[in-house]
C-alpha cells in the first residue's frame, strides 16, 4: 500500500497561519491502515494542534472528518459543504487524496498532513519497508520475484554493486542487499543462469521518466451514446 | 585510429602493467594535477583519475585528463553512472575519444549518500555492466544505445573494477565473467590486504578461464597509518583487511614507523600480485600519499616503464 509518514505538528501549525475555519480530512485505505492519516490520526493531530492553537492564539477551529478513499470523487462528494465552509483543508490522506481535493475545489486551500513516501508493505509490527517503485515495467519474473529497481539503492540491473558486504547494503548497513538475496534467491530455484545474463538498461520512459503517466482503458468508458442508444464515436 | 593506449599495448605485449591514480582536487586551480603529474611521470603506464570519488565533488575526470595528456601522460578517464544519464555518458564518451582519451574505467559509482551533496538525486540509469556494453557497441557496432548510428566511432580500451571481497562471495568470480562478456577488456581490482582471498578469487578466475580474456590488475593501497587502516577494515564496505595487517601496523606506529611499514606492506602485496598467474598487472591507489607511487613501483621493481 501507499506509506506516508504525517508531518511535524509545528510545520503543519505553520501552514495555517492566518486560517480561522480548518477541516482536517482523513482517510480509511492505505494510510489508515498504515497509521498516518486514518480516524485515530486525524483525531490525534486535531488534539495536538488544538494544544498549539491554546498556547499561539490563533483563533483555529476545528471540523474533522475521514473519507473511505480520498482519492476518488465519490467518496469526497459527500464531505463536500464542510470543506466548503472551511479556510483550509488538511488532508492526512496520500498525495493522491490531497490533490483529489485541491482538483475538486481549486478555489479551497488544500495542505499535505504527510509526507506520501513509499509503495511499501509492513515487514513487522510498525515497520514498513518499500518494495516497489512503480516503474512501469516488471522485471522481477528475472530476479527471483525481488525487485531491484525499488530495493537496490542504485536501482542496478546488474548487481550486486562492490559495496555490498556481508549481503547488506553499503547506504546502510541495516539494509540487505537486494543482489545478495537476488543471488540467494535464484540459487534455492536453480536459476542461477539469470545472474550471468548481461540484462541490458532498463526502459526508464515506461517510468515517471517519461512524462506523467495515464492508463486508458477503452473497456471501462462510459460511451456517449445517441437517441437509439448507438455509441458515438469522440 | 591516431594511437591505441599505451596501457593496452603494455599489458597486451604480456609485460607486467602499471596505474597510478590521482584524485583530482575540490577547486578549479589545476596545479594540484600537474604537480602531482611531474612526480608521478613516468612511474605507471597510465593514470587513473577519479570522477567525483565518495560522491565528493571535485574537478571533473575529463578535465583533470586534458591536464595530465598536456604533461605527456595517458589518462584513464573514469566514469559513474551516478551523476550522468545515458545522453551524457555517451556524450562524455564521444568526447574523451575526441580529445584523444583511450583508457576509459565504467564504474556504477559510490552512492551521493556518502559525499557532499547529499541532497543529490541518483541518476543510475545505466549500471557498470551496461556502461560497458554500451561504449563497446559504440566503438566496435558505431551504435548509440537506442539504435543509432554514430558518424564516428569512439576509440578506447575499455576498463572495469570488480570487487573480490563484495557479498555474495560466490557470485563475485561470475560478476567479473560478465563485465568481461559485456566488453570490460581491463579490471582494476577492489584494494587488496587479503592477498590469500585474492588467490582464491584468482584461482577461481583461472577455473572459468576469464584471465585469457582480460588483463586483470590488483588494486593496492599503502596504509599512510593504523587509523587508516584501521578505517579501511571497519568503515569502508566490501572491504577486507585481515587482523594481521592490523597487527603489524599498530607494532609499526609504536616503533613510530608507520608510514615506512604502510609502505613496506604495499611493495610486499606487489610482490605476491606478480607471482599470481591470470594477473596481468597492479593498480596503485595511493589515496592522498599518491606521491609515494615512484617509491613503490621502484621498490617492487617495476621500472623502468617500457615504451612501447
Redesign the interface.
Known amino acids: 500500500m501507499i506509506r506516508a509518514e504525517r508531518k511535524p505538528v509545528s510545520e503543519i501549525a505553520r501552514m495555517l497561519a492566518g486560517k480561522k475555519k480548518v477541516l482536517v480530512v482523513g482517510c480509511k485505505t492505505c494510510v489508515a491502515i498504515g497509521h498516518a492519516g486514518g480516524e485515530k490520526e486525524v483525531a490525534e493531530l486535531v488534539s495536538a494542534l488544538r494544544l498549539v492553537n491554546a498556547k499561539e492564539g490563533h483563533g483555529w477551529q476545528f471540523e474533522q472528518t475521514v473519507v473511505e478513499r480520498q482519492c476518488e470523487k465519490e467518496w469526497v462528494r459527500p464531505i463536500e459543504e464542510k470543506i466548503i465552509s472551511a479556510d483550509a483543508v488538511v488532508s492526512l490522506a496520500c498525495g493522491l487524496g490531497a490533490q483529489t481535493i485541491a482538483d475538486m475545489y481549486p478555489i479551497k486551500q488544500v495542505y499535505p498532513g504527510v509526507n506520501t513516501m513509499f509503495l511499501g508493505v509492513p515487514e513487522e509490527q510498525g515497520v514498513f519497508v518499500e518494495k516497489c517503485l512503480a516503474c512501469g515495467e516488471c522485471v522481477m519474473f528475472e530476479t527471483g520475484g525481488i525487485c531491484p529497481v525499488a530495493r537496490c539503492?542504485?536501482?542496478?540491473?546488474?548487481?550486486?554493486?562492490?559495496?555490498?558486504?556481508?549481503?547488506?547494503c553499503?547506504?546502510n548497513?541495516e539494509t540487505d542487499?537486494a543482489?545478495?538475496m537476488i543471488?540467494?534467491r535464484l540459487k534455492l530455484q536453480g536459476r542461477?543462469d539469470l545472474?550471468?545474463?548481461?540484462?541490458?538498461?532498463?526502459d526508464?520512459s515506461k517510468s515517471h521518466a517519461g512524462g506523467r503517466r495515464k492508463i486508458v482503458r477503452k473497456d471501462l468508458l462510459i460511451q456517449p451514446t445517441d437517441r437509439t442508444g448507438t455509441e458515438v464515436k469522440k | 585510429m591516431t594511437h591505441v593506449s599505451n596501457l593496452q599495448k603494455v599489458m597486451d605485449s604480456g609485460k607486467f602493467g602499471v596505474t597510478g591514480e590521482i584524485g583530482p582536487p575540490r577547486g578549479a586551480d589545476p596545479d594540484h594535477i600537474i604537480k602531482l603529474a611531474r612526480e608521478l611521470k613516468g612511474s605507471a603506464d597510465a593514470y587513473n583519475l577519479t570522477d567525483n570519488q565518495t560522491a565528493i565533488v571535485r574537478l571533473s575526470s575529463i578535465g583533470s585528463a586534458v591536464i595530465l595528456m598536456k604533461e605527456g601522460m595517458e589518462p584513464v578517464v573514469q566514469m559513474t553512472c551516478r551523476d550522468r544519464n545515458r545522453i551524457a555518458l555517451q556524450s562524455d564518451l564521444l568526447g574523451a575519444s575526441a580529445i584523444g582519451v583511450r583508457n576509459v574505467l565504467c564504474l556504477t559509482g559510490d552512492h551521493q549518500i556518502f559525499g557532499n551533496e547529499k541532497s543529490a538525486k541518483g541518476v543510475f540509469d545505466l549500471d557498470s555492466v551496461s556502461l560497458l556494453s554500451t561504449f563497446r557497441n559504440m566503438r566496435d557496432s558505431k551504435k548509440q544505445l537506442s539504435g543509432e548510428e554514430l558518424e564516428a566511432a569512439p576509440q578506447i580500451f575499455l576498463g572495469a573494477a570488480e570487487n573480490p571481497f563484495g557479498t555474495p562471495y560466490e557470485f563475485r568470480a561470475l560478476r567479473l565473467q560478465k563485465k568481461v562478456n559485456a566488453g570490460a577488456q581491463f579490471i582494476q581490482t577492489q584494494a587488496i590486504f587479503d592477498m590469500d582471498w585474492f588467490e582464491r578469487w584468482m584461482a577461481e578466475v583461472r577455473k572459468m578461464g576469464i584471465h585469457d580474456r582480460v588483463h586483470i590488475m590488483g588494486g593496492v593501497i599503502p596504509c599512510k597509518s593504523l587509523g587508516g587502516a584501521r578505517y579501511m577494515k571497519n568503515k569502508v564496505p566490501g572491504m577486507k583487511v585481515p587482523d594481521s595487517i592490523i597487527t603489524r601496523m599498530k607494532n609499526a606506529k609504536d616503533k613510530g614507523q608507520e608510514k615506512e611499514e604502510g609502505l613496506r606492506i604495499c611493495v610486499e602485496m606487489i610482490e605476491r600480485l606478480k607471482c599470481i598467474e591470470g594477473v596481468h598487472g597492479v593498480h596503485i591507489m595511493a589515496v592522498m600519499w599518491e606521491e609515494m607511487v615512484p617509491y613503490l613501483v621502484k621498490e617492487a621493481k617495476l621500472l623502468p616503464r617500457p615504451i612501447l
Request: hydrophobic content about 35%; some cysteine; overall charge positive.
Open positions: 539503492a542504485k536501482s542496478m540491473r546488474n548487481g550486486a554493486c562492490g559495496g555490498s558486504a556481508d549481503g547488506k553499503e547506504v548497513l542487499c543482489w545478495y543471488y540467494e542461477l545472474m550471468t545474463k548481461v540484462v541490458e538498461p532498463k526508464w
